[in-house]
């Protein structure tokens, strides 16, 4: 199912055009299953894919996909790793087909090795329209909260600070709440989002108590293999809207720096400041550290170009 859906989601999104990203997303979500005592699949594939939605989802079989959107609000390679091990523990749950066999019936295993053929179209088509809107609606809040704990137990296992997955998720409700924009995960688990948080939060004190010497965030590097990516835009191959061009960039804090001030100084705009400290999850009254580095949102395009085409794979 996932094999046969996935080049439709490449033909709804795209590709994003970034082949040192794109490795780059490949190598930690692998590094990540090959911690797995138990994969459930042979093969992985970690795609991004060019829409400036915040998402992030899973197909069954092994396919996971993050959009450049969500990269975007991401702020460490903890974090990264969170969400990856959260769409991982998807997978190997199971949760995609059994929410789609709970859906649809057993109807679905009747077409079996068959679902290619092109007499089963039909079925086709109705069970990939019911997967699409599984993975937007999310799986329910039991699979999404099993999810969270196979996220932060995945990280830690693999060397990463789990708390980072729930400044992310904290983040995101932060945005969410401003932009009305709902990352699909939430939608399962609303109204209770914020005890899921809680929830996450406590699981990671735990890890954290135990393994926190020995944990990594690596925001530096994390922000460093974003710099450069294209910001906001179009959400789908077909959004035919015209979009002023921006990207991400990089800026390192100076002696004095406030918000407001990188806001006058590097963009031009005063009200840009709650857009930078949200943008690096943080509160506008908080203060930048002088010698950290920020994302910042720039008009246009970067210097370097690092776009190779890049290609569906084939089976």
């Known amino acids: 199912m996932g094999q046969k859906a996935d080049p439709q989601v490449i033909a709804q999104y795209g590709l994003y055009q970034d082949k040192e990203l794109q490795l780059y997303v490949n190598q930690l979500g692998q590094n990540l299953v090959s911690n797995l005592s138990n994969p459930e699949f042979n093969r992985y594939f970690f795609k991004v894919v060019d829409s400036s939605e915040v998402n992030a989802f899973a197909l069954p079989g092994g396919y996971i996909y993050v959009t450049r959107g969500l990269l975007a609000m991401i702020n460490s390679e903890a974090e990264l790793v969170g969400v990856l091990g959260h769409e991982i523990g998807h997978v190997t749950q199971h949760h995609g087909a059994k929410q789609i066999i709970r859906q649809i019936g057993a109807q679905i295993l009747s077409i079996g090795g068959a679902i290619a053929s092109p007499k089963n179209a039909g079925e086709w088509l109705m069970i990939s329209t019911q997967l699409f809107n599984t993975i937007n609606l999310g799986y329910g809040r039991e699979a999404e909260l099993e999810s969270d704990a196979h ?150 395009e970067p210097a370097k170009n690092k776009i190779l085409k890049l290609e569906p794979e084939k089976f």
């Open 151 to 300: 996220g932060l137990m995945i990280a830690q296992k693999s060397g990463y600070d789990p708390k980072a997955m729930v400044d992310f998720l904290s983040n995101l409700r932060q945005q969410e709440i401003l932009s009305g924009q709902v990352y699909h995960s939430f939608q399962a688990t609303h109204p209770d989002t914020k005890e899921r948080i809680i929830r996450a939060g406590t699981l990671s004190d735990s890890i954290h108590k135990r393994h926190g010497d020995d944990l990594k965030e690596n925001r530096e590097l994390y922000l460093q293999k974003i710099k450069g990516m294209k910001y906001g835009g179009r959400s789908h191959i077909n959004d035919r809207r015209d979009y002023e061009k921006e990207y991400i960039d990089i800026y390192k804090v100076k002696p004095g720096d406030t918000f407001h001030s990188i806001a006058v100084n590097e963009l031009g705009d005063e009200k840009k400041d709650w857009d930078i400290a949200i943008l690096n999850g943080r509160r506008l009254e908080s203060k930048p550290v002088l010698g950290e580095y920020l994302k910042l949102v720039r008009k246009g």
